[in-house]
């Protein structure tokens, strides 16, 4: 720290700049202080130094993404209903399989008090999470352990699988599907309390 930093002063409002007592630290170049600097560049976010906010330069940037086929992550709404995918595969997999069943969970907030399952099996307690390219996401992956975890706590059997694999060979899912279901019938007598109607689910209506 320098006698010379601590007086200078914010170029906005004027404020002597706090000096930086870390150890070894550089000289600051610092021109302003937190909240001018905030504004500073939020103002020049809004500008021509911004080349978003030019026309012929976001024309090019979408032109680019285009070509190179990217698409924004796109996470279903479960007030949709199922997804095309979740619908195929419960319809294939047959009577006994529903989509958008909701289970509580016991647990409080910050906890999620029920957790709606993509494709259900209630009779052998087990559940297929169809999941699009959004789960790949570190977060949305840390969500489905916690969530297949909880679900396990409680008895439940979680299967993954993905959109493309359902594309791919969905015969061979609901081959792989059944016959883990035909090993957990059995299971299903421990768990009877949790398979009451969740009190925070509404129908949902689709919309189109
Ligand atoms: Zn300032």
Known sequence: ?????????????????LPTYRRGAQPSRRKYCDSCRVEYFRARMQGPAN????????????????????????RWNPGLGPTPHEARLAAALGDEWATGVAIPTGLRPPYPRCYRLDVTCVG???????????????RA???DARKEAVLADMGW???????????????????????IAATRRQVRGQHEGNLSPCPNTRPRSRRG
């Open 51 to 74: 080349p978003m906010n030019n026309a012929a330069c976001r024309a090019k940037v979408a032109r680019t993404l285009r070509e190179r086929g990217v698409q924004p992550i796109m």
């Open 1 to 17: 720290m320098t006698t010379q930093e601590s007086a200078r002063p914010c170029q906005v409002c004027g404020n002597p700049l």
């Open 157 to 179: 059997l979680t299967l993954r699988v993905t959109n493309i694999s359902i594309d791919k060979d969905l015969e061979g899912i609901v081959r792989w599907v059944r016959r």
């Open 141 to 143: 992956k840390a969500r």
């Open 124 to 138: 052998a307690l087990m559940c297929v999470e169809v999941d699009g390219s959004s789960h790949q996401a570190t």
